[in-house]
């Protein structure tokens, strides 16, 4: 029987990352190159902000942001982040309070180590629910 994870850090994945400074038009190219729907902005390796695809299309295409505007013009900041030593259920609660899908996850000196996302999360809890459903029917099925 494998124990219970306690902490986020074996949902978070790899990040991408940028600049405040760098262009929406590279924004884009590093959200299409690496199939991610967001963009960490950092600065001394702490995250400032976070770019996600609706982002640029609503300031490129419905408010006419250039394509060379930096992308600190369509950031969302300050970001919101867990650490990585924070619980699941934390996890899920700041995405709610929050609204959002994507949480950076930094460490205690609040420097950036990747992110989590609500469908890397829901994933899991389906599977988990699974288990569970599976574990319930099994006992019923003995009984």
Not at 21 to 44: K, P, Q, W
Not at 55 to 68: K, T, W, Y
């Amino acid at each position: 029987m494998r124990a219970v994870t306690k902490t986020i850090e074996t949902f978070v994945k790899q990040v991408v990352t940028a600049s405040p400074d760098d262009t929406l038009a590279s924004v884009a190219r590093l959200m299409d190159r690496h199939n991610v729907g967001a963009v960490v902005l950092v600065e001394n390796h702490k995250p400032v902000g976070i770019v996600t695809d609706r982002d640029l299309a609503l300031e490129l295409g419905a408010r006419g942001l250039s394509p060379q505007a930096p992308a600190r013009k369509a950031m969302h900041s300050p970001v919101q982040w867990v650490y990585r030593d924070d619980g699941v259920f934390d996890t899920t609660q700041a995405l709610m309070e929050h609204g959002v899908r994507r949480l950076p996850v930094v460490d205690n000196d609040d420097e950036l180590v990747g992110i989590v996302t609500l469908d890397d999360l829901l994933r899991v809890l389906s599977r988990e629910l699974s288990n569970l459903s599976q574990g319930i029917k099994s006992e019923m099925e003995v009984k």
